[in-house]
């Protein structure tokens, strides 16, 4: 496994998404827990959830009590795993379909904090997002909510996603170094995080790939992936180890956080560390 800086942290060049883990569709408890033990018995380091990690009308935080759970009854080094999560989104219903909703306001996102804290058994919370601009708030209240947080210890870095570039100089404005994260949606078929990607590895704050393979929301178009097929027939390898691999040439502070309802598929794509892809070959990806 190959490592890289989030602030403080060391963390797995491919971390781990727990999304699926939480959401409709999520498997039985054991199997979720079993999934992340082997995710850490594999090298990964880092652990991404979020305070709305939880199926539409269910309890509430089950994805940050899942990991809880999970490094509790881990038998490696839990002191070696930094856990971030998120807080300003809920889980609703639209329609008697689950949605997303927000709740960006200072107040929302303290409290969240403060119920984080209490999920996911911590008196400091490594890492903490604001999950998405509200825009019934000043991004600067919400930035400015965080920075709340760090003064009072109860997080230790903070970090912003699905920020845009003018919202994130707003965020390094007013939280400086302990600003170490931007957390964006990022694949072959999402490239338009690009410009963040560059603005990131300007200020040295980690970029987070979120959704990585390209799968949020349906089934993406398959032309996208051609290219990344056909690499990875020369290879031998999957899909997933080549998008994975073109994502973490983007620069070092990169990394993907991949989630999985399976040990074999996340298996696999943590093995993307070992594949290096030419310059020829990250040219007909771009």
């Known amino acids: 496994m190959e490592y890289r800086r989030i602030g403080p942290f060391r963390a797995s060049a491919i971390s781990y998404g727990c999304m699926p883990l939480a959401i409709e569709g999520r498997p039985p408890h054991d199997t979720a827990i079993d999934i992340v033990h082997t995710v850490l018995d594999a090298g990964v380091t880092h652990l991404d959830v979020a305070w709305a990690y939880y199926e ?6 089950y994805g940050e009590k899942l990991v809880a759970d999970a490094l509790r009854t881990w038998s490696g080094d839990a002191t070696q795993i930094s856990v971030a999560t998120k807080g300003g989104h809920t889980r609703d219903f639209t329609d008697g379909e689950p949605t997303w909703g927000l709740d960006g306001s200072p107040e929302a996102l303290k409290r969240h904090a403060h119920e984080s804290a209490r999920a996911l058994q911590t008196d400091t919370i490594d890492l ?10 000043a991004y600067e209240d919400q930035v400015g909510a965080l920075a709340d947080l760090l003064d009072q210890g109860l997080i230790r ?7 845009n570039p003018e919202q994130i100089r707003t965020a390094h404005r007013i939280l400086g170094d302990r600003l170490v994260a931007v957390q964006n949606q990022f694949s072959p078929v999402f490239r338009s995080s690009k410009p963040e ?5 300007e200020l040295g704050v ?3 790939a979120w959704s990585p393979l390209g799968g949020y929301r349906g089934k993406p178009d398959q032309s996208a992936f051609t290219a990344f097929d056909r690499i990875a027939t020369a290879h031998g390898v999957s899909r997933a180890q080549v998008i994975l691999a073109w994502e973490l040439a983007q620069g070092p502070h990169v990394i993907p956080i991949p989630g999985s309802h399976r040990t074999e598929t996340i298996l696999d794509s943590l093995q993307a560390t070992d594949l290096k892809l030419s310059e020829e070959e990250l040219a007909k990806l771009a």
Do not use: Q
């Open 206 to 208: 980690a970029f987070v």
């Open 197 to 201: 990607i560059d603005l990131t590895g």
């Open 128 to 137: 903490l997002y604001l999950h998405r601009p509200d825009p019934d708030y």
């Open 157 to 163: 870095t903070a970090g912003v996603s699905n920020a």
């Open 56 to 61: 539409s009308g269910g309890e509430e935080e």
